[in-house]
Every structure is written in C-alpha cells, then in structure tokens.
C-alpha cells in the first residue's frame, strides 16, 4: 500500500512545496487594501506580462475570478452571458453570475471537445427587443474541465474573439487551467488568449500554489475588477503571502506541466488494458483522464469507496464515469499503484468480497459532476 495516499482527485489537491513555504514566510507584505502589498504587486506585474494583457489582480479563488469578470462586463441590469451549458461558471459555481450579479445566462450546448458551435454562438446572440436581456458576454472555458480536460484552440478562440469584437461584446476565457491548454498546444499563452479580453487564471491548480487565481484584462478592465473584488470580501491585507507562494509555483511547476499530460496519457493507457473499464487514450490531451465502469452493478461511488481502501483518492464524474485528475505531486509509480489497485478493486468489487449491499446504493454520491 502506497505510504501516503495517491490523490487523484483533482489538480486542486496539492501541498505547497518547501520552496513555497519557504518564500511565504519570508515575503514582504503590506496592507493591499490601504495601499499596495509590494509582492503582489510585483506578482501581478509577472502574471499581466505572462499573458499579455496590460494588468493582473490576483483574487482568491477562481470561482470569484470568474465572477468579477463577468460582473465587470455586464455591469448593466438586464445583460446576458453566453456561455456553455457544462461550463464551470454555469455548473459549479453556484449561479453565482445570477444570483449575486444579476446576470442572465444564455447557454449553449458545449461540444465534446470543450467547444460551443460558432453559429449557435450567433444564433444566440440577442437582436435588440423590448422583451430580451442585452447580450453583452462571451465566456469560453480552456481547457475544459467537464470535456476531459480538452483544449481550445487559438484559431478557435480567435473565431469567437471575431464574433465577439463584431457584435459590440466581450470575450472572457475561463482560464482555470491555461497553463496545460498551452503547454498541450504547444501555444504561447499570451497568444493563446490574445483575442481575450479578460481571462481567470487559477494559481492553485496544475500550478500547485495553495490558494488562489489571477484575473488580467485592460488597465480599465481591472481598476473595475479591483473594486467588485472589495464588494465580494476578497480585498485581503498581507496577500504577499499567498503571492509569493504563486510565484513559486509559476516559476518552479509551469515547466512540470507537459509531464503531468505524459503520465495522464500513460494512467488511460494502463486503464485500457483493464477489461471493466472503457476509456480512450487517445482522447487525453491534457492533465485529466475520465474512463466508464462496464458493469452496472458497480457504481463509480462503490469504485472509489474500495480504491479509498487501497488509499487512491478519487471521484465519480457522472453516474457511470469516474475522473483521475494528474498533477505534478502523482509520481510514475502512483500511476502504477494507481492502476494495480483499480484491477484490485474489481477484483474485490466482483468476487464479492465487498459486499455491494453494504455501500452505498450505487447511487453516485461524492461526484463533482451533475
Ligand atoms: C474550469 C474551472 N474553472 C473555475 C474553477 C474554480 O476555481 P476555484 O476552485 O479556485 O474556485 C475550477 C475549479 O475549481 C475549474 O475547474
Ligand atoms: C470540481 C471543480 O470545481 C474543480 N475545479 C475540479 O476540477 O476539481
């Protein structure tokens, strides 16, 4: 059994590394909210050069980093956001662009490839009437995390920036995970985004920083950003703390990236050679690797309660799938002790030696998914 537990349940999972504790304990801070903590400043300097847009502001989560942008662009009661019906901001973030920011959400069927059709896009675009919202925003997510970690495109990004730019609205990308879009792309991620006018970049992800995101966009874009960010709680004191820990991991993970995608490619390639299980390699482009259970009388929840057992961590993505999400702290040997204990867990799972009756009812119960 592994010593420690094999966590393949997200890229959010990581501990900061000694270098990040280390530069935690020793940055120098001030109040961000009174005035300007001099390593965040300099951190968001870093992060707007990186992605080429003028300025950064660094935010505590994604799911706010997300939220403000869209906020900043449809700052008129009545405006509308397109954006992909499994998209993160539509899914998993409580509705918040609605509930908290008045914003009506027009949703497109995502691709699955992370995509929405370009002419749905259009089609869903509002002409002006008395009876419809105001379409305002574009939202894109890469990649995609509900379409298996997929990457968009700079020639698709660019299409829709087009649109956009020719519609009078904004393009947001949430960038949640861009680093591994680029890297997989083998793109630059200033030009990966380029036709974007702001983008939500998590630090805590892939990159493996503990907490937080950055959001970058025009110098008006963020003085806006900076302001909503104080209205939603997130104007925080000394953030040179968090900051100098997402500079490390900038610096120290972003080259760690493309390994991350070689031992996802090689996880679905050993889960292939699993007969209970279907997956398709080829289909892992980046950091993520969702597979399907074959047999009915096991649930992705009954898989991951006997994996727990052989302490590998992971969770149901859907009533039949399950996610194994790779990052820089699964080794080569995680993955095989990974895949050895999934081929245990059928084992165990179909000779009966868990009792199926005991556990949960095959419902999914710890999915992420819906
Ligand atoms: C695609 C995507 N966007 C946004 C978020 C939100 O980030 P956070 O968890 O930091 O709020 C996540 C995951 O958490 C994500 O996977
Ligand atoms: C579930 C979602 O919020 C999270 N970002 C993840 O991918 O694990």
Redesign the pocket.
């Known amino acids: 059994m592994a010593s420690k537990a094999v966590d393949l349940r997200?890229d959010?999972v990581t501990k900061p590394s000694e270098a990040m504790r280390a530069a935690m304990a020793a940055a120098d801070v001030d109040d961000d909210v009174v005035g300007v903590d001099p390593t965040a400043h300099r951190f968001q300097s870093e992060m707007a050069a990186l992605m080429g847009k003028e300025v950064a502001l660094f935010v505590p989560?994604?799911?706010?980093?997300?939220l403000i942008s869209v906020l900043v662009h449809c700052d008129v009661r009545g405006s509308e956001a397109i954006l992909g019906d499994n998209s993160?901001?539509h899914v998993?973030?409580n509705g918040g662009i609605s509930t908290i920011g008045g914003v009506h959400p027009k949703t497109v069927p995502n691709n699955p490839d992370g995509t929405m059709d370009v002419d749905r896009i259009v089609a869903a675009i509002r002409h002006p009437d008395l009876h419809y919202p105001t379409t305002r925003l574009i939202c894109l997510?890469n990649t995609?995390?509900n379409c298996g970690g997929k990457c968009l495109s700079v020639e698709y990004i660019d299409k829709v920036g087009e649109i956009a730019k020719a519609h009078g609205l904004k393009l947001h990308i949430?960038g949640?995970?861009i680093f591994n879009a680029s890297v997989a792309l083998g793109v630059p991620v200033d030009r990966l985004v380029k036709a974007a006018d702001s983008v939500?970049v998590?630090l805590?992800?892939g990159l493996g920083a503990p907490v937080g995101?950055v959001i970058v966009g025009s110098k008006d874009f963020i003085d806006k950003a900076r302001i909503l960010r104080k209205t939603l709680g997130g104007g925080m004191r000394q953030v040179g703390v968090l900051c100098a820990a997402a500079h490390v991991a900038v610096r120290d993970t972003l080259g760690k990236l493309a390994d991350d995608h070689r031992k996802a490619k090689a996880l679905a390639e050993g889960l292939k050679k699993i007969k209970h299980i279907t997956v398709d390699p080829a289909s892992v482009e980046t950091n993520m690797v969702f597979f399907d259970i074959i047999d009915p009388r096991i649930s992705p929840d009954n898989l991951c309660q006997v994996l727990e057992q052989h302490n590998v961590l992971a969770m149901p993505a859907s009533s039949t799938s399950i996610r194994f999400v790779i990052h820089y702290q699964i080794s080569d040997s995680d993955v095989q002790y990974a895949l050895t204990c999934v081929e245990k867990a059928f084992e165990e799972l179909l000779k009966g030696g868990i009792n199926l009756d005991q556990m949960t009812n095959g419902a999914t119960k710890s999915s992420y998914g819906h």
């Open positions: 997200s959010t989560s994604g799911t706010m980093g997300n993160h901001i998993y973030e997510e995609h995390g949430d949640a995970r939500s998590c805590s992800k995101s």
